[in-house]
C-alpha cells in the first residue's frame, strides 16, 4: 500500500469589521498577527472584538479570544445590539458536535 503526503491549505483569518444595518453598531476583531497584513500569517488567533455604540461613541464591551475559541471570520450586527461571530470550528470541535 502506497502512502503519501498530506497536503492542506493554510487558514487566513483577517481583522474584519461590522455594523448593524442601521448604523447605530459597529463591531471590530483584530488581532496582532495581522500588525503587517492579513495574509502574512496562516492560521491568526488573539483576536479581540471591540463592539461600540457609534451614536454615543462608547465601548459597550470587549472579548478577547482565550485558546479554545476559534477565530472570527465574519461579523454581523443586528439593530438590536446583538452580535453573531461566524467562526471556522477547530478541528478538536468537530467531534464533540451532536449528531
Same mark, same amino acid.
Given at each position: 500500500m502506497a502512502t503519501g503526503i498530506a497536503?492542506?491549505?493554510d487558514r487566513f483569518?483577517? %481583522?474584519t469589521s461590522g455594523k448593524s444595518r442601521?448604523?447605530?453598531y459597529t463591531a471590530e476583531a483584530k488581532s496582532p498577527a495581522n500588525k503587517d497584513g492579513n495574509w502574512k500569517h496562516p492560521f491568526q488567533e488573539d483576536?479581540?472584538?471591540t463592539f461600540k455604540n457609534t451614536k454615543s461613541g462608547k465601548t459597550l464591551w470587549t472579548w478577547h479570544q482565550q485558546k479554545d475559541d476559534?477565530?472570527?471570520v465574519?461579523?454581523?450586527l443586528t %439593530? %438590536?445590539?446583538y452580535l453573531e461571530r461566524h467562526l471556522q470550528i477547530p478541528l478538536t470541535c468537530w467531534?464533540?458536535?451532536p449528531n
Open positions: 497536503l492542506a491549505t483569518y483577517g %481583522d442601521s448604523g447605530e483576536f479581540t472584538i476559534a477565530s472570527p465574519d461579523l454581523i %439593530d %438590536d445590539g467531534r464533540n458536535l
